[in-house]
């Protein structure tokens, strides 16, 4: 498995509208994408810090998995997203290695990537996301 560096951090909002303020006037970073994934049911705001990126998470529907999340535990960390070179072959590698998935295949993301996530009972509750980049 070859991961390059964080890809981002996906935190849960009740939203955005509310949330993008804090981290553009507070900690001076600027959303530079605001995108709607409508399968995921859930809307992202994006901001950069060095290589990593920050993903603001809002339901657009309380029964999406970002409402759910927030239903159960409120707003904040809602995963850590790596990224991979080859994701199929990461998410193999991971199966083998005991890891419980979530996604057996990638699957279309915010910014055009690939991703996949792996369940949290397997990586210490932590929800883990892998994301290639194919268009670079």
């Known amino acids: 498995m070859k991961l390059s560096h964080i890809e981002h951090i996906g935190i849960?909002?009740?939203s955005?509208?509310?949330?993008?303020?804090?981290?553009?006037?507070v900690l001076g970073l600027k959303c530079y994408a605001i995108e709607e994934v409508k399968d995921q049911k859930?809307?992202?705001?994006?901001?950069?810090?060095?290589t990593t990126k920050i993903e603001l998470l809002e339901s657009t529907d309380p029964e999406g998995p970002i409402g759910?999340?927030?239903?159960?535990?409120?707003?904040?960390?809602?995963?850590m997203a790596f990224a991979v070179d080859g994701i199929e072959n990461a998410l193999q590698e991971a199966e083998e290695k005991g890891i419980r998935l979530i996604d057996k295949n990638p699957r279309k993301g915010a910014e055009g990537?690939?991703?996949?996530?792996?369940?949290?009972?397997?990586t210490f509750g932590v929800l883990t996301e892998f994301c290639e980049d194919r268009n670079k």
Do not use: C
């Not at 759910?68 to 995963?79: L, N, T, V």
């Open 12 to 14: 849960a909002v009740n």
């Open 16 to 25: 955005l509208e509310e949330s993008i303020p804090y981290y553009e006037k």
């Open 42 to 50: 859930v809307k992202t705001a994006f901001f950069k810090i060095g």
């Open 68 to 79: 759910k999340f927030i239903e159960k535990r409120g707003q904040g960390m809602h995963h």
């Open 113 to 122: 990537l690939d991703i996949a996530f792996l369940h949290p009972k397997s």
